[in-house]
């Protein structure tokens, strides 16, 4: 049933208890009960205390009421009910003492390699826009189906996903799936559930353990981690709303994979050894067992396609991978992800703040002007790259062509150019 407790008792055929919703309040215990049976159909007691001996009775009264067929039990299968919950709360699990004989050295286990570490949390963060739901998503599929959608991520047994979506329509979630799908050939069901959120993933968190139960999820996916972990207030700041979100994750007990968003003005202020973090609290980034971190080339690329880099910032108990680079390709009817190479796409990789086009205005700066060849001479950098970034700088007005395809830095606004005298053949200084 997912989160919460069930109690079918031997003695009454037929009849079966459900307690979700289950909260401890100091000398209070509450659950949102509900009771199945004969003649009571389905009888529903929300906020039900259950170490108040006054409020059980009362249940109990109105079950005589409601059913014959039971009325001399229903005070031992309430009571056993209420007490066997307890007793599941209170036993936790039993503490190991440590024998390392027992253990068997072996490499951290994958669900989704090398991104989503088996029944652990882990997140892939970047600013809007940079395509981190259409990445999810491949993800997702790749779980789902056992194809892999994204270069170099592999996935060790398909199962299903469940995908907690706060962000898009029903609509738009189903048309960049068919998309993606298309890419590979494939259509249909694949084994993803979508459920859309409007609560916190703690306060709606017997629903979406109830579906993830359902379909046995193997991979939750969280987009984005904004909403799921609620709103910051008074009493509750990112630190306690990034617990609780874990919390909720670690008692679902799948893998995960969260996205999140990373401010821009981070992003312009952070120094050479990373772009940007997960916004909001450092619980986010400490938690995970896996973060990565996704950009997009503002430079490269064009309408209907987008050059991506991923850098793995943290993984636990495993090897720092090398950064990735990507182009993600919108066609006609589909999409595709294929392999890029990082020196195409400066701006995006996040070891190094610096991108093409500030290179090429650097090089240029000394006044003579070059050719994309001798830029790419200089700099170290892929000449295809350079003359992408060119272009795209001669139509911002950055960069002047000249008629022997040499590029020069433009003039600025304020240049005046000096007058020329009518008698002479020098200017005028």
Not at 414 to 425: E, K, L, R
Request: hydrophobic share 40%; charged share 25%.
């Amino acid at each position: 049933m997912g989160l919460g407790w069930e109690a079918e008792p031997t003695v009454a055929p037929g009849v079966r208890l459900t307690f979700e919703r289950v909260k401890d309040h100091g000398d209070e215990t509450k659950a949102d009960l509900t009771v199945y049976g004969p003649e009571v159909g389905s009888f529903e007691h929300p906020n039900f205390n259950l170490r108040s001996v006054r409020t059980r009775e009362s249940l109990i009264k109105l079950l005589d009421d409601r059913s014959s067929t039971f009325r001399s039990q229903w005070q031992g299968i309430v009571h056993g009910a209420c007490s066997a919950v307890l007793s599941a709360m209170r036993v936790g699990t039993p503490g190991w003492d440590v024998n390392v004989d027992d253990i068997e050295l072996r490499p951290v286990s994958y669900l989704l390699d090398p991104i989503a570490p088996l029944g652990s949390p882990s997140i892939l963060f970047g600013p809007a826009g940079v395509s981190k739901s259409y990445m999810a998503q491949a993800f997702a599929a790749t779980v789902a189906s056992g194809r892999t959608f994204v270069p170099d991520f592999h996935v060790a047994a398909a199962g299903r996903v469940l995908y907690l979506d706060y962000e898009m329509t029903r609509e738009s979630f189903g048309m960049r799936m068919k998309r993606i799908l298309r890419g590979l050939g494939l259509s249909g069901s694949i084994g993803i559930r979508r459920l859309e959120m409007t609560r916190s993933l703690a306060d709606d968190l017997e629903r979406v353990a109830r579906e993830a139960a359902d379909i046995d999820a193997a991979m939750i996916v969280v987009d984005p981690a904004g909403p799921a972990a609620g709103a910051s207030s008074e009493w509750m700041r990112d630190d306690a709303r990034a617990e609780q979100m874990y919390e909720a994750i670690r008692l679902i007990g799948a893998t995960s994979l969260i996205l999140d968003h990373v401010r821009k003005d981070e992003l312009r202020n952070a120094g050479v050894n990373r772009s940007g973090a997960p916004i909001g609290s450092v619980v986010k980034y400490n938690r995970a067992r896996s973060v990565w971190e996704l950009r997009r080339s503002e430079e490269a690329g064009g309408p209907t396609e987008a050059y991506l880099s991923l850098t793995n910032w943290k993984a636990n108990d495993a090897p720092i991978r090398d950064p990735m680079g990507y182009k993600l390709i919108h066609g006609d009817d589909d999409v595709k992800f294929e392999r890029a190479n990082l020196r195409d796409l400066a701006d995006a990789t996040t070891g190094s703040n610096r991108s093409i086009a500030a290179t090429i205005t650097d090089a240029l700066r000394p006044g003579r002007p070059m050719t994309p060849q001798e830029l790419a001479d200089n700099t170290g950098m892929k000449p295809n790259a350079i003359r992408v970034v060119l272009r795209r700088m001669h139509m911002r007005g950055e960069v002047m062509r000249f008629d022997n395809g040499d590029y020069g830095l433009a003039l600025p606004s304020s240049f005046v150019v000096p007058p020329i005298d009518p008698m002479a053949n020098e200017p005028v200084h």
